[in-house]
Every structure is written in C-alpha cells, then in structure tokens.
C-alpha cells in the first residue's frame, strides 16, 4: 500500500486515476507501476464533452523515469468512450500524450539529453532505449515545435543544398538569416523540390514579406524563386561567387601545369591548395613556395590575383560604384587573356541582377553556409543518413530553434 502511494505521488496522479498495483523485477532491473482508471465516466478527448465509459483498450506500455538504477514502466488499461460526434475514442492520460510511448517525463529527459549530447546513439544508449524509440521521441518533439510556430515577419531567407550520402544524393535547405535557424529541408535539389520547399516553410504572408533571397546561381533555385517569391529579390552572395572564381584560378592552374609539364616543368604540379588557401593560412614551407611560383608571373598567379582584386567589389558603396568596379576588372581580364575567368565573368554578366543586389542589400549566404556546418557535424556524428525523413528530422531537431518539449501535464 505504501509502494502504491508513493509512486501515486511521484506520478502527481489524482482521482479517478489510481496505482493498482507495483511489481518489481529484479532479475530485468525493471518497475512495472500499474495504473487503474475509477470512475464510469470520462471525457472525448475531441470535444471534451463527459460520456459513460464504453469499454477499456488493451493494457498499454510506457517507458518512465529510471527509479534508482531500474527501468520503470507505466501500464494500464486506458477507457475509451462512445462519443456521439466522434465515435470511440480513448480518453486522455495525465502521463502521456496520445500515441506515445513515453511519459511526458521521460520524452522531456531525453529531449533536453540529446540537445546536450547532441548524440543519437549514446543518447539511446545512455537511456537504455532502442534508436527507433529515441527517433520516435525526435520525431515528435519536431512535429510538436513546428506545429507551435507561429507567423513571424521574416525578411531574408537563404537556399542552398546539402549532400546526404554519396552518389549525388542531395537536400535543400531554407534558412533564416536573421533568426540563423533551419525553416525546412525538401529531398533533392530541383525546382519542383525547391518550391514545394519555399511553400511547406512559408506562409503566404510571409511570403509576401519577404525583401530579399540569398542563393546560389544554381538554375532550380532559381527558377523556384522567380515562380514561388516574385516580388523578393534574389541575391547572389559572396561566398558562391568566390567559389566560382576560384574554380576559374583551378581550371587555369590545371591547364597551365600540364602545358608546363610537358617540356618537364614541374612548378605547378601538387600546388592546388597553394591557390585556393588564403596566404595568411599557409604554413611557412606552402608560403615560400607560393611566393617563389608568383615571381615567375604564371598565367595562374594572375588568374589568381584578379580573383583577390575582385574582393574589392563586395566593397564598393553604391550601384554605379559596383558597375563601373566590375567593368574594369572585366577589361583587366580581358587584357591579359585569361579565358577561365574571363567565363566565370560572362556567368556573373548573365546573373548580374543577383550579383548587384549584393550591394543593395549586404546579405549573403555566411548563415546557411554555417548551418550547412552544422549539419555537416550532425551527419558526421550520426555516422550518416539513409532516409531523408530521418535526415530532416535531425535536422529540424539540433538547428530549427523549436519549440520542443511537451507540456509537462494534459
């Protein structure tokens, strides 16, 4: 009797909710706290309009608090009623909430847990639970925080992608920029995909508030932003127009080094880092190395410094100042008949709407490019994703700053 009373008020129960009875098994380190519902009435839990109780559902499982060293489960027999609404339908618990298969104790335990841990598995494995349980657990505390959203103003967004796993699996990803949180995650990186993605994590209103989208040049993006975001302007951020410049000075050094290679000058070969590294990262060996490649005035060392002087365009402080900037870089260029960065110039040519709105608005990709990171540690320590839905999931749960945890009663 004292073992039911005690467990009745660690639980916080009250009538008509009862401990029936307390098993304890020592051989499975397990407590089975056996609950009883004593009344002939309850409520829908749809219109929470009283009725006589219809009948009692099989006897239910839940994983609670460890007591002591045990693991302790809560079982019991919930009632339903015969709702002339809704038909049969079981009435709620005070421990749980509706299809889980955790008390709300323990969801929140494992909630707080994993955030800490920022670990799947020692996070199972420290709770003693299955990884599905523990999924099951992730799975819904994200549908609960994206349910508790609400319609924030939200001014800039980004869009960008993500690899999943190998084999050009990818996912997109739509940011916050402001609030440096995840809005949502879509599989594959296609325009369908992109504006399914734009239209699950936005509102129409928020749409329409929208001033400005930070993204690559990547064609689906987009076209997804032209059909879904019309009126919010699209941004070409620094940090992808870098990498394509870079990818200019890479494509020169490789087609210089192997003209030079055949006359047996090996100057270039295994310099590639020399040039996509900032010289202030360099070791001391790297930076003798690249200032001795410079004195020679290869056709990738100015490859190389007209990508440097081209960071002076991020610079300029208004419109006229960019375009007449880049004009003159593009006739530096021109000069001196560098045709791989002469390629990449034609592309920002073509995208320089997105490139001048750059200056307008000062934003860029630097938030989804450090959640990209951040997502990069949770596929990492997850040791990577097969199912999509699982990827998201994390995703949502570490980076959507949301609202998680359950209420702590019903």
């Given at each position: ?390 990827f998201r999931i994390a995703i949502l749960f570490f980076l959507g700053k949301l609202d998680l945890f359950p209420q702590e009663s019903q």
């Amino acid at each position: 009797m004292k073992d039911k009373e005690l467990f009745k008020q660690i639980l916080g129960l009250s009538h008509p909710w009862e401990v029936s009875k307390v098993d304890l098994d020592i051989a499975n380190e397990e407590v089975e706290i056996e609950i009883i519902y004593k009344s002939k009435k309850g409520f829908c839990p749809e219109c929470e309009v009283e009725y006589d109780i219809y009948d009692h559902r099989e006897k239910r499982r839940w994983r609670h608090l460890d007591t002591c060293q045990m693991k302790t489960y809560i079982v019991c027999k919930v009632p339903r009623i015969k709702c002339k609404e809704h038909g049969v339908k079981t009435i709620k618990v005070p421990w749980a909430e509706k299809s889980s298969r955790t008390t709300l104790l323990f969801e929140r335990f494992a909630i707080g847990l994993l955030l800490a841990s920022k670990n799947q598995s020692k996070t199972a494995q420290f709770l003693r639970i299955s990884f599905d349980m523990l999924h099951h657990i992730m799975s819904k505390a994200v549908e609960r925080g994206l349910s508790r959203r609400t319609e924030e103003d939200i001014k800039y967004i980004g869009i960008d992608e993500k690899s999943m796993k190998r084999g050009h699996t990818y996912v997109s990803v739509l940011s916050d920029s402001e609030r440096r949180r995840v809005i949502d995650v879509s599989e594959g990186r296609t325009t369908s995909s992109a504006s399914s993605l734009i239209n699950k994590g936005l509102t129409e209103k928020q749409k329409e508030g929208l001033k400005a989208v930070s993204m690559d040049m990547w064609k689906a993006f987009i076209k997804a932003v032209q059909k879904e975001l019309p009126n919010a302007s699209k941004v070409h951020d620094k940090f992808h127009i870098m990498k394509y410049l870079n990818d200019g000075v890479d494509k020169t050094r490789r087609e210089e080094a192997r003209k030079l290679q055949k006359s047996n000058d090996k100057t270039l070969v295994k310099s590639k880092y020399l040039f996509l590294k900032n010289p202030e990262n360099m070791t001391d060996k790297q930076l003798s190395r690249f200032r001795k490649i410079q004195e020679l005035n290869l056709i990738t060392s100015q490859a190389w410094a007209a990508k440097e002087n081209f960071k002076e365009f991020f610079r300029s402080e208004t419109i006229n100042d960019a375009k007449f900037f880049f004009a003159e870089w593009y006739q530096d260029i021109k000069g001196r008949s560098l045709n791989k960065m002469i390629k990449v110039a034609k592309m920002l040519i073509a995208h320089s709407d997105g490139l001048l709105n750059y200056i307008r608005y000062q934003i860029d990709n630097s938030v989804a490019e450090w959640l990209n990171g951040k997502i990069q540690e949770i596929k990492t320590v997850g040791r990577g994703f097969r199912k999509f839905e699982n990827f998201r999931i994390a995703i949502l749960f570490f980076l959507g700053k949301l609202d998680l945890f359950p209420q702590e009663s019903q």
